[in-house]
Structure formats: C-alpha cells, structure tokens
C-alpha cells in the first residue's frame, strides 16, 4: 500500500486556537529525541520550569506542562482538588465554564453553577452569594471564555476567595502569554493553560501550577485523586527533584513548548501583553468602522479574542469557507448557542501582528462585500489605530 506524504498548507490561524507556531518552535520539534530520563532532557524539563513560572508570575514549586491538551490541564487541576460529594463554585459564562462544570459532575463533586449571560463577565456579588449560602471553597473560573470573548475581572473574585481562605482554579488557556493572569499577584490556587493559544506552541502540552496551599489539600485528601495519569503527587516525583518515572513525556513537544517560552521571555512578558493589547485594539476599530458588532462590551473583551456578530443576511459558514479557500485565513463560528450567530478572531501569539489584522481586515471586506453587506473601510481604520 502507498500512501502518499503529507502536505498540509500553509494556513493563517487566526481562530481560537491553535495559533500560528514560529520555524523556530517546529525546528525545535525536528531535534533528536532522547530518553525521558537523559540528564540533557532533565535540563530541557528544568528550563520549561522555569520559564513556566516566568510566565504564570509565580514561584511556585509544582509547575510543569501536563501532558495532553488545555482540557487535560482542567482535569488535572479538578481530579486533584475536588473530592467526592465537595461543593464546588463553578463560574459559567460560556462554553468552557460549562466544561469545568460537566468534569465536576463526573468527578463526584457537587459543583454549584453562577451563572452569567454569555458574553459577559460573572458578577463576583453571585459568587459571594454562593460562598455565603454553601460550604464550598473552591471557586472555578475561565478567565478568558474563548467561546464568547469575554476577559473575567480576577481581582474581585481572588479577594473574596482569600478572605474564606478558600482555593481559587483559573483556566487561563487563552490568556496566559497574552495578557496579565498574575499567579502569585492574585493568590491563585492552581491555574492552567494550554500551548497553542497566546504561547504559540502546537497542542499537547497544558502548562499548570500549583500553591503550595492548594498542594496540602491534595495531600490532606481522604480518597485517592480518582485519575492516576493526572495524580499530582505522582507526577512531582517526575518534575520534582527525584526524577523517577512516572510516564513518557512527549520528548519533541516538551522541546517546542522551551522554544516557545524562550520566544516568550526575549520579547518580555510586558512588551507582549502591549502588542496583543494594540493589535486588538486596531482589530476592533477597523471591524468597527466596516459596520460590525462586536460582541463583547469593550471594557470585558479579551486581547487575544475577539467576537464578531454576524451580520443579518450574511451566511457565517459561507464566509468562513471563502476566508479558507481564497485567503488560506482560518477564523472560528460560534460554539453552542453562538453556532452561526458569531465569529471567532483570535489574534495571539505569533499571529498577533499588525501584517495579520491588516490582511484579515482586507479579507473580509472582499468576502462581506460579496455576500451584499455594504462595509466601510476597516484597513483604513485600523492603520489610523495605529498611528494614534
Ligand atoms: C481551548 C480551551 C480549552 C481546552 O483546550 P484544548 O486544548 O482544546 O483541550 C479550555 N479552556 C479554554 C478557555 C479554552 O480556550
């Protein structure tokens, strides 16, 4: 049988996830790969350790990638610190909440929902709401809800969870590398990422911390962390100081996520967090003077996210197909209950250049055109932003 090699173009990815991956990271990927326990590989996992706690602002001792996807950096952080029957305040203002929700359900907690409208923040009013009327002490919120845009304001939310002494998870996915997260700053218990969103590594990796608070719950467990692949305590003889065997990691990818770090530290977390604020910026101005709705107010909305309703009369999957097909851009519909009712830009990472908010802006003016929505000029727009 033959089969012939595989191909795949040359797409611009500027939907929710995964994000363009610079030669650098996948030159990286192309190294030898070594044993899991090589002392050079040992110096790789140290390395990604460090610059992890560079980028998550912690000094957190259990800091490592999980290996699997963002969604195996939730399990993680939910297998280990709920326990059966535990109340549980799950934050849900989207796709992603519901997520977390649906994992407590399984792990046998008893997760009790705050809800927000989608495409808006929680109200941290509804979580001291439920902290006062439960026993729960841990609290799950998203800080940035890819399926709506939404940035949830951390600040109010980690005070009230300190002032119970309680433990606060943040998936912070689509944000960590692309705006401020702030682990040590907000007292957060465990937050997770995932590598090939604002970091711009491909998926498989899921970056997560650990408190030293958050540890002691794990170890004063009465059961045993129901998932062994995801048990913690298990995975730090790994990427702690004994170095013991606990499962492969996934040597190449381990070597791009450093890469991607160390692209992440020479540009500086700062300067990063300022151009993705100003290439969002220039996005919303130059979709904003085409005659789009955004669909997040501006105070909530994500830098590395941005949501656009789609207009009456304009076919979502036709422009999306075109934006593939003509322009090689891919940009993501909506999830759930937004499915054809908004798009997904996301702009993180390597993508986020004025190049690729300039090129997609021109895109989807041809496109909408096209599909008989009479646009202004985005581009011109958004050149402006950028010289103001
Ligand atoms: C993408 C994403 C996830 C899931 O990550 P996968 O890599 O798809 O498993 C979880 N939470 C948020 C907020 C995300 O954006």
Excluded at 260 to 281: C, D, F, K, P, T
Aim: charged share 25%.
């Amino acid at each position: 049988m033959t089969i012939s090699e595989f191909q795949p173009p040359h797409r611009l990815l500027l939907g929710p996830g995964p994000s363009p991956v610079e030669d650098r990271v996948l030159r990286a990927m192309s190294a030898p790969v070594l044993g899991h326990l090589d002392p050079v590989f040992l110096s790789c996992m140290t390395d990604v350790q460090h610059l992890l706690r560079y980028v998550f602002e912690t000094q957190n001792r259990v800091t490592f990638p999980v290996s699997g996807t963002g969604s195996a950096g939730m399990e993680a952080a939910l297998a280990n610190l709920l326990e059966p029957d535990e109340e549980v305040i799950i934050g849900i203002h989207g796709f992603f909440g519901e997520r977390m929700y649906e994992m407590a359900t399984r792990l046998g907690a008893r997760p009790i929902r705050v809800e927000a409208e989608w495409g808006r923040p929680l109200d941290d009013r509804e979580i001291r709401a439920a902290l006062d009327r439960s026993r729960a002490r841990i609290v799950c919120v998203v800080h940035a809800e890819t399926s709506t845009g939404v940035r949830q304001p951390l600040e109010p939310i980690a005070s009230l969870v300190a002032e119970r002494e309680g433990i606060l998870i943040v998936d912070a996915v689509t944000s960590l590398g692309g705006q401020p997260v702030g682990v040590d700053r907000l007292g957060i218990g465990v937050c997770y990422s995932g590598s090939q969103k604002a970091l711009s590594c491909p998926p498989g990796l899921a970056p997560i911390t650990f408190s030293e608070v958050a540890l002691e719950k794990v170890h004063r467990r009465k059961t045993a962390v129901p998932s062994w692949y995801f048990d913690v305590s298990l995975i730090e003889r790994y990427w702690g100081n004994e170095r013991s065997y606990h499962h492969t990691a996934p040597i190449s990818l381990n070597y791009a996520l450093r890469e991607a770090l160390r692209i992440v530290a020479e540009e500086g977390l700062e300067a990063r967090w300022q151009r993705h604020e100003q290439n969002a910026r220039a996005l919303w101005a130059g979709l904003e003077a085409m005659g789009l709705r955004l669909f997040v107010p501006r105070e909530y909305r994500l830098w590395t996210l941005t949501t656009i309703c789609v207009p009456e009369g304009v076919d979502d999957a036709r422009v999306r197909a075109r934006l593939l097909e003509e322009f090689h851009i891919e940009i993501g519909g909506g999830l759930g209950p937004l499915r054809g009712k908004i798009w997904r830009v996301g702009v993180m990472g390597a993508g986020s250049t004025r190049r690729n908010v300039l090129l997609l802006l021109s895109a989807l003016e041809s496109v909408l055109r096209r599909e008989g929505f009479r646009c202004g000029s985005g581009v011109s727009a958004a050149v402006e932003a950028y010289v103001a």
